[in-house]
């Protein structure tokens, strides 16, 4: 592949809430583009992506699944990522080496918790966006509203380039208001099927002007080539403004919206034109930038440029270990040599694979702006940097999320103990996410992650696929305890002698809470909701009496000390250490001494303290029938919830409320019984509170 020829690649992602129809949508492109010739449906367990017996079973998507096709002439890598908010880190990293993204939304519900917070992920990492607005077939479907609850909750400027042709069940095709022509599809065998240009509908001629005037205006606005053109002529040629919204796009100034129906097959085509016409190819985003020994470096994508490509996920198969890469600069091909810059360790490449979900096809060689998997590499990790040994780089990882819900887990048998932690230790490997450790006191193996289903789905994994018998306790949540109340002037003398060079080292801390606004501190400590993440450490010592180099050492110290707090062992955060005075020793004194000086001169600070327990909480979204809306409020309360606000929407009721997440355990099957099977919940972690006394 040529240089030029990766203007002919997209590397895009679909993103969405839950239950939006991603799935739907991929399965569709896939159907669009002749890779399949017959539509999967989620809810016959039927689809390419959701191959998983897990994602099959429960009807949602689990693991990020990657998909190559092919249309106009152009190369789409696809990864059709998860909605729920347990597996929002597999939308972290795959976002995280995507070059643009379709973000789905439901045409009744609009804007969602999670649509919400995958697009904020998107912004993060810079990734250009197109909208689609899915299930205009259903009953109060209104794409008006939909694109009103994006104006509002997701504040980028939606240019609307297309006009539904019928409402609801009468939703039979679009007008495209660059060219003023109407799509229009028929039921064709399996229905949807047939796609047909032709002149814009008589009744609606004076709207479909009305809004290209609209678009007009708003891209003129935003744009000053448009702008220029708008006002000499008054009007902007279609070429004009598919430019515009072409560089709209790919700087992040405005999002084009099309609409359709996914299931039903309609407006498929017209997405797959715009991702190609509006969405950067490889050649179109900034080269990659990363670090080596401290000298920055950037990798464009030249297939000529030496090889740089960073693992964004790892899964196990019946046939081996599959590494999945995004190649962003130079070659990759069958027996080439890598090095790992992260772990500097090199590993052989056994063969290269172009991939569609769990089908795998052996190619050549893979090129800068490839998505593809490789075989043979025994030790890399999500996040690692492959590279050419002779140059070497590491590119930024993708972040990890902490985990927020742990549960015990152990072998039935005594004798299946090994194999079980060689089954926790590969899917830890697999899901950087997930963490297991051993409980100091109890001596249990803990798995903590993301959620209730996220710790879930791991553990019916190790069972199916390592078939282990596991007992699972019940789930706990990470608690963290902060400084209500500090203290002034604590001194501390670390004085150890034992024959030989002994150590001394003398300290005097403040410890006072981190307030708002502050570095590296919480917005809030008292309000759900906030961040907690938070330590600040500073030294007032004047003249010398603790050297610099020591005062890093009593700051390392005093990180140690944060990994347990007094109430319950549980991580400190919130609170600001200051190095007030010291004293050091001609020979005695040390890094070390300082160091652990640090460490227990905290711990005892904190004991001295007033500390307070905080719990995490999350926002819950709860979607009710009206005549079940009381049950749910009086559960909520009764779950120490705090309603925060309710909508009316299409005959059922919107419920938020910030919720203890110790409390949401087993609430899905509490919300199924009081609402007969029709309530439905989301939840996404916002932050932590002070936990009540206990």
Not at 56 to 72: L, N
Not at 412 to 440: G, I, W, Y
Not at 574 to 592: E, I, Q, Y
């Amino acid at each position: 592949m040529a240089t030029n020829a990766l203007t002919t690649v997209r590397n895009l992602g679909i993103l969405a809430h839950v239950d939006a129809g991603k799935t739907t949508v991929t399965e569709r492109i896939l159907y669009a583009t002749g890779t399949t010739h017959k539509r999967g449906e989620v809810h016959d367990g039927t689809t390419v992506t959701d191959f998983d017996p897990q994602e099959r079973d429960r009807g949602i998507t689990i693991f990020a699944a990657a998909v190559s096709c092919s249309w106009d002439g152009h190369r789409i890598n696809l990864i059709d990522t998860p909605g729920h908010v347990d597996f929002a880190d597999e939308v972290e990293r795959s976002l995280r080496v995507l070059d643009g993204a379709v973000a789905v939304f439901d045409a009744v519900a609009g804007v969602e918790p999670q649509s919400e917070s995958v697009w904020r992920q998107a912004d993060r990492h810079g990734v250009p966006r197109i909208a689609f607005v899915n299930k205009l077939d259903r009953a109060g479907a209104d794409l008006d509203a939909a694109v009103e609850s994006i104006r509002e909750r997701l504040h980028p400027a939606p240019l609307v380039v297309q006009l539904p042709i019928g409402r609801e069940d009468g939703f039979t095709g679009v007008v495209d208001l660059l060219r003023l022509r109407a799509l229009t599809w028929t039921d064709g065998g399996d229905g949807g099927d047939t796609a047909e240009e032709g002149p814009v509908p008589e009744a609606l001629r004076e709207e479909a002007g009305r809004r290209r005037r609209l678009l007009e205006e708003a891209v003129a606005e935003r744009h000053p080539a448009a702008l220029e053109e708008f006002c000499d002529r008054e009007t902007l040629s279609a070429e004009t403004l598919a430019a515009a919204l072409r560089d709209l796009t790919r700087s992040g100034d405005g999002v084009v919206v099309l609409c359709g129906s996914a299931y039903r097959n309609r407006g498929v085509e017209p997405l797959l034109d715009a991702v190609v016409a509006y969405l950067p190819s490889p050649l179109d985003v900034p080269a990659v930038r990363g670090t080596y020994d401290g000298a920055e470096q950037e990798r464009a994508a030249d297939p000529h440029a030496p090889f740089a490509a960073l693992a964004f996920k790892v899964s196990a198969t019946p046939t081996g270990r599959l590494t999945y890469l995004r190649v962003y600069s130079g070659t990759i091909g069958k027996g080439d040599t890598v090095l790992d810059a992260g772990a500097r360790r090199t590993e052989r490449v056994g063969r290269v694979l172009r991939v569609r979900a769990d089908r795998l096809t052996p190619v050549d060689r893979a090129l800068a702006g490839d998505i593809v998997a490789v075989v043979g590499l025994k030790y890399a990790r999500p996040g690692a940097t492959l590279c050419a040994p002779q140059a070497p780089v590491v590119l930024e990882p993708p972040g990890v999320a902490e985990p927020v819900v742990s549960v015990a887990v152990e072998a039935r048998r005594s004798t299946d103990t090994d194999r079980l932690a060689s089954a926790l230790a590969r899917l830890v490997e697999e899901d950087p996410s997930l963490v297991v450790r051993t409980d100091p006191e109890t001596g249990q193996t803990l798995l903590s992650g993301m959620g209730e289903l996220h710790l879930e789905v791991a553990v019916e994994k190790v069972r199916r696929d390592h078939a282990l018998e596991v007992s699972v306790g019940r789930p706990r949540v990470s608690y963290r305890e902060t400084v209500a109340r500090g203290v002034t002037g604590l001194v501390y003398r670390h004085v150890k002698q034992d024959g030989g060079a002994g150590q001394f080292a003398h300290v005097v801390l403040d410890v006072e809470p981190l307030e708002p606004d502050t570095e590296g501190g919480p917005t809030d400590v008292g309000t759900p909701g906030a961040g907690t993440a938070g330590f600040a450490f500073r030294s007032t010592v004047v003249g010398g009496r603790v050297p610099q180099e020591y005062v890093r050492a009593v700051e390392a110290g005093c990180r140690d000390a944060l990994a347990e707090g007094p109430l319950g062992g549980h991580p400190v955060t919130g609170l600001r250490v200051t190095l007030t005075d010291g004293a050091t020793h001609v020979k005695d004194s040390s890094d070390t001494a300082f160091r652990t000086a640090g460490r227990f001169a905290l711990r005892e600070a904190l004991r001295a303290s007033a500390m307070t327990l905080l719990e995490p909480v999350v926002e819950v979204t709860v979607t009710v029938p009206e005549d079940a809306v009381g049950g749910v409020l009086g559960d909520l309360a009764a779950r120490r919830g705090r309603v925060t606000g309710s909508a009316m929407r299409s005959g059922v009721t919107v419920v938020t409320a910030t919720v203890p997440l110790a409390e949401l355990f087993g609430y899905a099957t509490r919300l199924r019984s009081r609402t007969q099977g029709r309530g439905t919940f989301t939840a996404r972690p916002t932050g932590y509170a002070p936990a009540p006394a206990r």
